[in-house]
């Protein structure tokens, strides 16, 4: 594998509970023979770090313990497969896991940043004009009344077709988790969102069967998705491919999700355009496939290509050609 290091800055800052992001530096990974592309972009918090990604891929064979490393290593490897059969990439991912033909497009959500009750509603009225029949609510940066009011408010400038989530990004103790996930379950939402702190990941099955989805995205940073399900801890799992170490690994995640009935939705971890990309063509080789936290382009100043993917109405379409696709071919480069 060849690397070239890059980074790309965010239009915004984005505050996290690992410190607040300004670019996202990573690793274009190429097969040997450029035939394959693949993208290693840690995250604090979820990943390896940059200098433990950049040793792992300089020693050729990154494991679970890099998994933004083995992500890139993984999609290369796919890439270059997919594309020396003629298939997509989402194509050649579907028959090997499900033994089931890929979409052609998958739908994603919304994402209603923190807000007055104003705000939060205009942003909601903003996403359905675009399209989107889904809109995912963050909460958890203001008090339980305020974040109430604003649920309140989604669901009135939403009405009663368009599902609404919301997340919380751990920032609850389980009291005023159990308040939030009823109001949610009385206004129709479909889940919450790590209402728990991520390292409280088992301790969510006690909020769950109160009429919303609970579902866990930070948690399967500190504990394995095997733990989750044995522990009947969540309704969805969020699987972020670059933090579940590649294609591969997120694939077989949704398997297992989906044999214990556990619903599974494909996010990123505000990649670059290659594993967004990516992203995209695991989503689109899972049957069915619910809204999916894709639509994360926007949040880059900067990136390694024009995104050949764009939302339209709510959902975003596999590029043309084969693996990846046609449109990010100037990236093959030697």
Same mark, same amino acid.
């Given at each position: ?6 980074? $790309?800055? +965010?239009?915004?800052? +984005? ?27 840690? +995250? ?20 679970? /313990? ?8 993984s999609l290369a490897r796919a890439d270059a497969a997919a594309r020396e059969s003629g298939e997509r990439l989402c194509d050649a991912l579907a028959a090997d896991a499900f033994?089931?033909? *890929? ?9 209603? @940043? ?14 359905? #004009? ?19 009011? &604003?649920? !309140? ?7 009663? /077709?368009?599902?609404? &989530? ?19 379950? #009385? ?20 909020? &769950? ?8 995205? #930070?948690? +399967? ?6 733990? $989750?399900?044995?522990?009947? *801890? ?23 999700? &989906? ?45 390694? *290509? ?5 939302? /339209? ?7 043309? @050609?084969? @693996?990846?696709?046609? *449109?990010?071919?100037?990236?093959? !480069?030697?």
């Amino acid at each position: 594998m060849r690397t070239e290091r890059f980074s $790309v800055e +965010l239009a915004r800052p +984005l505050d996290t509970a690992a410190g607040t992001i300004e670019s996202r530096t990573g690793y274009l990974v190429r097969t040997d023979d450029g035939t394959g592309l693949g993208e290693a972009t840690p +995250l604090p918090g979820w990943t390896e770090s940059l200098d433990e990604c950049r040793a792992a891929l300089d020693g050729g064979n990154p494991d679970g /313990s890099t998994p933004a490393a083995r992500h890139g290593v993984s999609l290369a490897r796919a890439d270059a497969a997919a594309r020396e059969s003629g298939e997509r990439l989402c194509d050649a991912l579907a028959a090997d896991a499900f033994s089931a033909p *890929a979409a052609d497009s998958v739908p994603v959500n919304a994402t209603v @940043g923190d807000g007055s009750p104003e705000e939060t509603a205009d942003a909601v009225r903003s996403a359905v #004009e675009e399209g989107y029949d889904c809109a995912k609510v963050k909460v958890g940066a203001r008090d339980a009344d305020a974040d109430e009011r &604003r649920l !309140r408010a989604a669901r009135d400038a939403a009405g009663d /077709s368009v599902e609404l &989530r919301a997340d919380a990004n751990g920032a609850w103790d389980a009291e005023t988790a159990e308040r939030m996930l009823d109001v949610a379950a #009385e206004l129709d939402y479909s889940y919450v969102e790590q209402p728990l702190p991520a390292t409280e990941a088992t301790e969510h099955a006690a909020l &769950r069967g109160r009429g919303v989805g609970v579902a866990l995205d #930070e948690s +399967l940073s500190t504990t394995t998705v095997s733990a $989750v399900l044995d522990a009947d *801890a969540a309704d969805v799992l969020v699987c972020k491919p670059m933090a579940l170490g590649g294609p591969d690994g997120t694939l077989a995640a949704v398997r297992r999700a &989906r044999e214990a009935g556990v619903e599974c939705v494909v996010t990123t971890t505000i990649d670059a355009v290659v594993a967004r990309l990516g992203a995209l063509h695991v989503a689109a080789a899972i049957p069915d496939a619910p809204a999916c936290g894709l639509a994360t382009g926007s949040m880059l100043a900067s990136d390694l *290509a024009p995104d050949p993917a764009p939302v /339209s109405e709510g959902r975003m379409g596999v590029p043309e @050609g084969g @693996g990846l696709g046609d *449109a990010l071919e100037p990236l093959y !480069r030697p």
